[in-house]
């Protein structure tokens, strides 16, 4: 699931329907915790995941298009289809011109017509490698970099941390509160990150060799090598070298108190020289007169001092090559193969691409997903979900409340500030209010290329319009077709769009347990980023400030120190460890938001004794549900990467955070002994 979930892979109440009585028996026979899925003949002591979701993970193949299986793959392949049967619809009769509806099935057709995009070759791109060969000097490159600049990253919400481009952009209101900035974050990398190009792991240097080919290939097959193509292309991979060593890594980058740096315009030469950026500023339309972020300020100098230091020859072929790389979907069919060879074979361990027609409604929903989605949720989220879904956030947001209130270890003043950022949190459930206008984006049935970069244009354009404006703490990050969910801590308020609001997630026909143990964990989970390791450093307000006393923050930091070595145990494969300290912001938000989602199922029960369904107690089916929407199965190469870059543990233990909750031992007998037996003093109680 989406930061956090800030989001979770990472609902705003006015009708508390809370849940009010508990569903009849009758409702939850054959829905809900899926008992084929189970392996009976593992102890959950010994294995809860195996216990949960043994059968299911026996029988399960990867499917060849991916990296890997599970609960959201299945919420995401519904989804599809429903979308699928969108397009059909739009496709099946006129549009107006200009209308969205034109604007989606000219996106489609055009990602979807591989003929014409074979016909085009790369004549699409040659403005773009024309604009990198016209470079004559330091100035005109830094207006390159800047003209390549796109709203691509988000360090907040951890959707994404990665671009191609040598700087990134984001833009929201600064950490410490105040105005809406635009945050520049460090870029330039083709793979994941630094620890890529730096470790001297050996599958790591073998990735390192594959990578350098890669680049060899594409400039070969792209027509960019005059001359040795592996020389170009090792003075390409020096360069990203220099680049990855300028980067903070991934522990730093995630803790907002290291990114809190502002800069005014005229400290940006100043603090960063090498980079003209007077140049930068302009062909990237960033007319701002106010702060930055500098949101990874020990970076930005050192890769601004690359742009004066590395020869103009080198970083134009860097700038082709990343071009013609981040495009090769709508590139003719050679490039795309070489994209996918290392970026989804190598990387991920995916034996073939992903059917054409499934990647363009991918890219449509990349480009225009608030189009797509006021249809989609249309058709396919009733009111009746969202109702249900607004009683159970009423239901976790007062059990956290009451934990917060019933904390022996908290100070008065620090109960108070965390209570009213309970109350505080701006629940979005299933699509946002207001829908973004398209009317600015033009889009035409027959070059792919052109649109996908009009898109790319259009949302920068979209997000540095923000600038100089209060901040919309309504504004949605999540398509309603996503699905995830997500925790906006400037903000202070969650996205759940409606797509996660559906089977596995959410089954309208199981009982309290199944749906508290299902989506109410996932949101519990994003309820509790707000009091995560890092969500606990913002104030109902959204600023970064410390509101902590410091006897309560020393706990708090203990009880997190705690799971954090309790998760860096787990090892996927001998020597790889899980990352606690990188993790610990999701399993924080785990541990907490189940604790939270099963108190708000015991009290749905008003006294009542929860039914026994299908053998099963109430407190059994909602461990159950909570494990088994953590079913999933890796690839190998896939796993190791999810564990070098990922704030998120892998599914599997994502599924062990029951071992942190009293009740799991009750209800399933775990005592002394079992495997994943824990003291009671060592299960990590943080809220």
Known sequence: MARTFRHLGSFAACCALAMAAPYAQAAGQGAGVQTADMDKSIRPGDDFYLYANGTWLARTDIPADRASVGSFLTASNATEAQLNTVIADLLAKPAAPGSDAQKIRDYYRAYLDTAAIEARGLAPVKPDLDRFAAITDKTSLSRVLGQQVRADLDPLNATNFHTENLFGLFVTQALTGGEVVPYLMQGGLGMPERDYY??????????????????????????????????????????????????????????????????????????????????????????????????????????????????????????????????????????????????????????????????????????????????????????????????????????????????????????????????????????????????????????????????????????????????????????????????????????????????PFFDPAADAAYNYGAVGAVIGHEISHSFDNQGAAFDATGRLRNWWTEQDLKRFDAAGKMLAEEFSAYEPYPGLHIKGDLTLSENIADVAGLAASLDAYHASLHGAKAPVISGMTGDQRFFLAFAQTWATKYREAALRNIVATNGHAPGQYRALTVRNLDAWYDAFGVKPGDKLYLPPEKRAKIW
């Open 198 to 503: 730096l470790s001297t792991d050996p599958k790591m240097v073998a990735i390192q060799g594959k990578y350098r080919a890669y680049i060899a290939r594409l400039m070969t097959d792209a027509g960019l090598a005059q001359g040795d193509a592996q020389a170009r292309a090792d003075a390409i991979y020096a360069l990203e070298i220099k680049i990855a060593q300028a980067h903070v890594g991934r522990e730093e980058s995630e803790d907002f108190q290291h990114a809190t740096t502002l800069w005014t315009r005229a400290d940006l030469p100043a603090k960063a020289p090498g980079l003209d950026w007077d140049a930068f500023l302009s062909g990237a339309n960033i007319t701002w007169t106010g702060k930055f972020a500098a949101y990874q300020a020990k970076a930005i100098p050192a890769l601004a001092a690359l742009v004066a230091s590395e020869p103009l020859s080198v970083w134009k072929d860097w700038l082709a090559f990343h071009q013609v790389s981040q495009y090769a979907a709508v590139l003719p069919k050679q490039i795309d193969d070489d994209r996918f060879a290392f970026y989804g074979t190598v990387l991920s361990g995916v034996a073939q691409p992903r059917p054409r027609d499934k990647r363009a409604l991918a890219a449509v929903n990349n480009a225009l997903g608030d189009a797509l989605a006021r249809i989609y949720v249309g058709r396919y989220f009733p009111a009746s979900s969202k109702t249900r879904i607004q009683g159970m956030v009423v239901n976790i947001k007062a059990a956290f409340t009451s934990r917060i209130q019933a904390l022996d270890w908290m100070a008065p003043s620090t109960k108070a500030e965390a209570i009213a950022k309970v109350k505080g949190i701006i629940v979005g459930i299933g699509y946002p209010d207001t829908w973004e206008d398209y009317a600015g984006l033009t889009v035409t049935p027959d070059n792919a290329y052109a649109n996908a970069v009009a898109a790319g244009k259009f949302d920068t354009a979209h997000q540095l319009a923000k600038l100089g404006k209060p901040l919309d703490r309504n504004e949605w990050w999540l398509t309603s077709q996503t699905v995830n969910a997500l925790n906006l801590p400037v903000q202070n308020a969650l996205n759940f769009p409606a797509a996660i609001l559906q089977k």
